[in-house]
């Protein structure tokens, strides 16, 4: 009954997280479109980069937590660490960290051209290394749930598969994007600022995607009995 409990109880906290970076997410979007319409867009671009490296530890964490429940079963001794993403969530939380720093010197005023597209060049490259993270939480779940004889959850988990699947291919074609803005706004080219809000607004519509799908995919494993 314990176990269950905490059990519950952990895969609530998870598909909270996926809830919270998707509005750290949504946090950076507006903070981008402020930037873009010409309130002071250099300290926008910083705090839109700190609030963003927040969201995307979290979403590390929240994933990192949901695969540890999955491959360490409570009342368990088996593990499986099949498929398990591991490698590109430790790039999160460096990326995700590294960003912080990034942002808060860019706010202090330390070359804030020069570090928030570095910033950006880092998240895109963190978001297309860890692209396939949610597929693979899902797949690990509906593997998990097979192992111990239940069946997914109809409509909702054809949803939830749909999503995770579509946000691999997003979060790659948005990563690659950021890169290549960040590239052109450290090189120096014209609008540089604007192409690193640009940049930042396309990351928080990312991970807005992401976290709703990470929230799918852990809320139909929480609906299983």
Known sequence: MSITSRESTFRETAAYGGLIDAIGGLATVVIAIVGLSGVNAPMMASIATIVFSAALLIQGGTMLSEYAQIIFPAG???????????????????????????????????????????????????????SNAVWQLHVLSQESLRSRNQAGAGGSEILASEMAFGSAGIQALSGLAVIVLGILAIAGAANDLTLNLVALLALGATIVFTGGSLSATLLNFMRTP
């Open 76 to 130: 368990s001794r088996a593990t499986n660490l099949e498929g398990f993403g591991g490698s590109s969530l430790s790039v999160v939380f460096l990326v995700g960290a590294a960003g912080i720093v990034l942002g808060v010197l860019s706010l202090l005023g330390i070359e804030p051209a020069t570090l928030t597209p570095i910033a950006a060049i880092a998240f895109g490259s963190a978001l297309v290394l860890s």
